[in-house]
């Protein structure tokens, strides 16, 4: 059963330390979102890829937060420096077309910084 | 007020009852989506539909267009369906964006 892997599945730091989640999506899949999902937000997207490019990071922190593609193997969300707001559950997921295409999840990386 | 308001935000149920979840939207929606996410934290996409009914074992997803409402039934409820369940849209004009309901608390008791 092909699925989404994100790395890693739990992740406690320190305020001011560089946090790096990875996420391998579906084979085949040209669509990659990232979502962080809190008590009091709920689930938000924070950005998502198509062919590996960037299509909308608007609601991600461009101060702090990066995310990347660096092959189609691969994607990456970065947060440095981290701080405790950051807490929260990050996933991953990714489709074949987009928006008409089932999305799948990965197990998501639960972050605590502290 | 909410884009995806679902209710009710929490249900109680007895083993093999019958389950409806509703989610109202406030925009044009090119698709619907309703996830499941058990107390684990992992997240399933159950349906994606953008019109009429769709079936997946005791699971039925409708969505009304026009009304901008969409439906899932859990038919012959078991307690491992006791989960969180959330509508998400995509919008018509918001590409992939998906905006999120707050999401359901499903607990079935045997």
């Known amino acids: 059963d092909a699925r989404v892997t994100q790395t890693p599945r739990h992740k406690v730091t320190e305020m001011g330390q560089e946090v790096t989640m990875r996420c391998q999506p579906i084979?085949?899949?040209?669509?990659v979102f990232w979502y962080r999902q809190t008590m009091m937000q709920g689930l938000e997207l924070l950005a998502y890829f198509r062919n590996r490019a960037p299509l909308d990071d608007s609601g991600m922190p461009k101060d702090r937060f990066s995310a990347e593609m660096p092959d189609a193997t691969l994607a990456t969300l970065k947060i440095q420096p981290s701080e405790p707001r950051d807490s929260a559950v990050y996933f991953c997921?990714?489709?074949?077309?987009?928006?008409?295409?089932?999305?799948?999840f990965g197990n998501g990386t639960r972050l605590t910084v502290t | 007020k909410n884009e995806v308001e679902q209710s009710p935000q929490n249900l109680t149920a007895q083993e093999g009852e019958f389950i409806t979840i509703n989610c109202s939207y406030s925009?044009?929606?090119?698709?619907l989506h309703w996830l499941q996410q058990h107390p684990g934290g992992g997240i399933v996409s159950l349906f994606m539909?953008?019109?009429g009914k769709k079936k997946h074992g005791r699971l039925i997803a409708t969505i009304n267009i026009q009304e901008k409402h969409s439906s899932l039934h859990i038919t012959a409820s078991h307690p491992r369906d006791s989960a969180v369940y959330i509508c998400a849209v995509s919008g018509e004009t918001s590409g992939s964006r998906l905006t999120f309901g707050e999401g359901t608390q499903l607990t079935v008791n045997p």
């Open positions: 539909l953008s019109s």
């Open positions: 084979l085949g899949h040209n669509t």
């Open positions: 997921a990714s489709s074949e077309q987009g928006q008409s295409s089932p999305l799948h």
């Open positions: 925009v044009g929606i090119s698709a």
